[in-house]
């Protein structure tokens, strides 16, 4: 167990709906970062937020939106689904913004837009 | 920019065969991160190495070794007697030392080790 916790494990959902991901970071981690594995992009940086604030942008599409609470728990709300964006999403978490050391990853949550 | 090179999208072994994994990155950056994660087919992402670009050392873990060299900006990973567990998709990643710290992973080598 890696302390970083992601629900729900696998969703499956249709084609113009939202969906929500939920990420809790490890103990005393205040960064979290969110990415997706496709088939054609890879492993992307998506998003990060540092103690409730975003930090840094990646290849997020406008369909997507997160949020980092004052528990430091984050969300990934993904809406108008599309059949693309059926991908493992991962969330990681580290102690700070800008130190890479102590970078962990949760589990994923499998996302299928059928 | 940031860029990270796996060339090898498959490796096929067999078992306690020798592997060496390569990954090749390019940065502007003078100082930067590289690791490297293990994706089992369960799929969650198992962290195997993190290396700070100022120590060129190489490092050995058990079957597990590393060569980091700078002026080929190499980071190649070779697993010794390999084993059926180690079947998996390898990824080479690269952070920035300073500012966003975000991940840039390679494209990963699947590597399949056959008993």
């Known amino acids: 167990d890696s302390g970083v916790t992601q629900t729900p494990k696998h969703l499956i959902t249709a084609t113009g709906q939202r969906v929500t991901l939920r990420c809790s970071p490890r103990?005393?981690?205040?960064?979290v970062y969110w990415y997706q594995q496709s088939l054609d992009q890879g492993l992307q940086f998506l998003i990060q937020y540092y103690n409730g604030e975003e930090r840094a942008k990646g290849n997020i599409l406008e369909r997507f939106s997160a949020q980092q609470f004052p528990d430091l728990h984050s969300e990934l709300n993904l809406s108008s689904l599309e059949l693309g964006d059926s991908a493992l999403y991962f969330c990681?978490?580290?102690?700070?913004?800008?130190?890479?050391?102590?970078?962990?990853f949760g589990s994923g949550t499998r996302l299928t837009v059928v | 920019a940031q860029k990270v090179t796996q060339a090898q999208t498959e490796i096929s072994v067999v078992e306690k065969e020798d592997v060496t994994l390569d990954c090749v990155y390019e940065?502007?950056?003078?100082?930067?991160?590289l690791f490297w994660y293990k994706q089992p087919p369960s799929g969650e992402l198992v962290f195997l190495i993190r290396r700070n670009s100022f120590d060129e050392q190489n490092e050995i873990s058990g079957r597990y070794s590393w060569n980091f060299q700078k002026s080929t900006s190499s980071f190649n990973f070779t697993i010794t007697a390999s084993q059926v567990v180690d079947s998996a998709v390898y990824f080479c990643?690269?952070?920035?030392?300073?500012?966003?710290?975000?991940?840039?992973f390679g494209t990963g080598t699947r590597l399949t080790v056959i008993p």
């Open positions: 103990s005393g981690d205040l960064s």
């Open positions: 990681a978490s580290s102690p700070r913004a800008y130190e890479s050391y102590g970078y962990t």
């Open positions: 940065t502007r950056d003078t100082t930067y991160y």
């Open positions: 990643a690269l952070s920035r030392l300073t500012g966003a710290n975000n991940l840039f």
